[in-house]
């Protein structure tokens, strides 16, 4: 056997490991497997006669490749409304039913909330709570002291376990209200989306978010004859609790790109504000419900 031969078997024993790795980092199936293959572009220019735990080693290099992306998605701002197709996925090589699979596997809730954080904090935080390492090799990754390397897993920690609790019986109401709404608009149902709307909804968005008629849009009819045609990004919609009340967010890979919250009246949805700016979506606080209707592939 070659020495490269040799190396790319040594290589293959770690790949499940970093690809679990590079998949809790970025939260996409695709970007996971292109890290994952950055990394083994790092090992096969490298000279690692003198590393002596190459899984470590390996971790490390795709871990500061999954830095690299994420600091590149932050600056690019990518368009929540550009999610991803799946017939595009599969024509693409992409594989959108095994994404969801490998999401619900990770746990969608937790993709979510790892979305609201900073780069740093993100890698501070999977490196060290679900892979145990050690705060000494994270800030070496990360250019900061072991202790800033701590305190940024420990903001983490905090934003993910400080998650509103699971509802109770008062809000079953607002989750058949919001369940409803999903399905309307996944249907393209017109008559059951208008059916629970408040005549007089009001639709606020913010400029990050903005419905096709501008920042805010009034009237059950007007508004569904606008959102039903526009209503792509449905597929995505999953029931959550926004700062403890029941809401909707939009999450294609785990990425939160969009959360709807709902004022609701009499049993109508009275108001919906769209929110889409990163900075407002860091703010809040929110838990992906389980069950219900989910996002047909």
């Known amino acids: 056997m070659d020495e490269n031969s040799w190396l790319a078997e040594r290589f293959e024993a770690h790949r499940a490991h970093l690809q679990a790795v590079a998949?809790?980092?970025?939260?996409s199936l695709s970007e996971a497997e292109d890290a994952v293959q950055e990394s083994w572009l790092h090992l096969s220019r490298a000279d690692t006669s003198g590393v002596e735990n190459l899984g470590g080693?390996?971790?490390?290099?795709?871990?500061?490749?999954?830095?690299?992306?994420?600091?590149?998605?932050?600056?690019r701002r990518e368009d929540p409304m550009a999610a991803p197709d799946p017939a595009?996925?599969?024509?693409?090589?992409?594989?959108?039913?095994?994404?969801?699979?490998?999401?619900?596997?990770?746990?969608?809730?937790?993709?979510?909330?790892?979305?609201?954080?900073?780069?740093?904090?993100?890698?501070?935080?999977?490196?060290?709570?679900?892979?145990?390492?050690?705060?000494?090799?994270?800030a070496s990754i990360v250019g900061r002291s072991p202790a800033a390397a701590r305190q940024l897993a420990s903001r983490a920690?905090?934003?993910?376990?400080g998650a509103p609790p699971s509802p109770d019986a008062d809000v079953g109401r607002q989750r058949e209200v919001v369940d409803a709404f999903i399905a309307a608009m996944r249907g393209g149902d017109f008559d059951a989306l208008v059916a629970i709307l408040d005549p007089d909804v009001v639709i606020h968005a913010d400029a990050a978010a903005e419905?096709?008629?501008?920042?805010?849009?009034?009237?059950?009819?007007?508004?569904?004859k606008q959102a039903i045609p526009a209503a792509r990004g449905a597929r995505f919609a999953r029931p959550a609790l926004v700062d403890g009340t029941v809401g909707i967010v939009l999450a294609?890979?785990?990425?939160?790109?969009?959360?709807?919250?709902?004022?609701?009246?009499?049993?109508?949805?009275?108001r919906i504000?769209?929110?889409?700016?990163?900075?407002?979506?860091?703010?809040?606080?929110?838990?992906?419900?389980?069950?219900?209707?989910h996002p047909e592939i």
């Open 57 to 75: 080693w390996l971790t490390t290099v795709v871990a500061r490749v999954c830095l690299d992306m994420l600091r590149s998605r932050k600056a």
């Open 88 to 138: 595009v996925d599969r024509e693409a090589g992409t594989d959108p039913e095994r994404e969801a699979v490998l999401a619900d596997s990770v746990g969608l809730a937790l993709l979510v909330v790892l979305d609201t954080l900073t780069p740093a904090e993100r890698l501070a935080f999977v490196l060290h709570d679900l892979f145990a390492v050690p705060f000494e090799e994270i």
């Open 157 to 161: 920690r905090r934003r993910v376990q």
């Open 211 to 224: 419905p096709p008629a501008g920042g805010e849009v009034r009237g059950a009819r007007a508004w569904a």
């Open 252 to 270: 294609p890979q785990g990425r939160l790109f969009r959360v709807l919250r709902f004022t609701l009246a009499q049993g109508k949805i009275a």
């Open 23 to 27: 998949y809790r980092m970025l939260g």
């Open 273 to 293: 504000d769209v929110v889409g700016d990163r900075e407002q979506l860091r703010d809040l606080d929110v838990l992906v419900l389980d069950g219900g209707p």
